[in-house]
């Protein structure tokens, strides 16, 4: 039986996933949220602007199984514009993004238009009025995680994002998490889609 902790948790929009930041300008960090235990990490990575399910852990070994190939991570994507099917089939079959200065193609993907708005939480701060134009709400599915992937997936295709919400990892969802919320679990053993 292993001592260690794991958590999910509903990350915010604007904040940081991770617990020091170095540099000069404050950021708002996951340790303001809860008093989690000394070596608690993050398991990958939702940027500043992006919410939704975050996983922690104290144990190394289970953020590789984590963060493998063989784990899905889920989005739901609200975007600038309505999207069309063409876009979809983009997305799936792979498009062409920038990674570190190169070209990258990503890697094939679930994706489908969601015909319902998520019930997500209102956001911290507002996405924007309908004055500027329809926007429309899609679920994107991947195995890999470049930086900013999602985002730079549907700017590819045409289709800014405006909010992005991690939804599912392997098989553990966000379910009725709200923003800034963190559940204790046992672990992350069945986590894998395969």
Same mark, same amino acid.
């Given at each position: ?11 915010? =929009?604007?904040?940081?996933? &991770? ?9 708002? @960090? ?15 990575? @939702? ?6 399910? @975050? ?21 739901? $994507? &609200?975007?600038?514009?309505? $999207? ?10 792979? $498009? ?16 489908? /238009? ?12 507002? /996405? ?20 900013? &992937? ?16 991690? $939804?599912?990892?392997?098989?553990? =969802? ?21």
């Amino acid at each position: 039986m292993s001592n260690h902790q794991h958590f999910l948790i509903y990350k915010p =929009y604007g904040y940081l996933s &991770q617990f020091i930041y170095e540099l000069k300008r404050p950021k708002k @960090l996951l340790g303001e949220l809860y008093d989690f235990p000394e070596n608690t990490m993050a398991i990958g990575r @939702l940027d500043e602007d992006s919410e939704g399910l @975050l996983l922690l852990t104290t144990d190394g070994m289970m953020s590789e199984i984590v963060r493998s190939k063989k784990v899905e991570k889920e989005y739901h $994507v &609200q975007v600038d514009g309505i $999207v069309t099917q063409e876009a979809i089939e983009e997305l799936k079959n792979g $498009v062409l993004i920038g990674f570190n200065g190169k070209k990258y193609l990503t890697k094939k993907c679930t994706a489908h /238009i969601l015909n319902e708005i998520p019930n997500f939480p209102e956001r911290a701060k507002k /996405i924007r009025d309908e004055r500027h134009g329809p926007t429309s709400w899609l679920s994107i599915t991947i195995n890999e995680g470049k930086f900013r &992937q999602v985002r730079k997936m549907t700017s590819a295709v045409g289709f800014p994002t405006l909010r992005l919400v991690r $939804v599912r990892v392997g098989n553990i =969802y966000l379910n009725d998490l709200n923003p800034g919320e963190v559940l204790e679990v046992g672990d992350f053993s069945n986590i894998s889609n395969s």
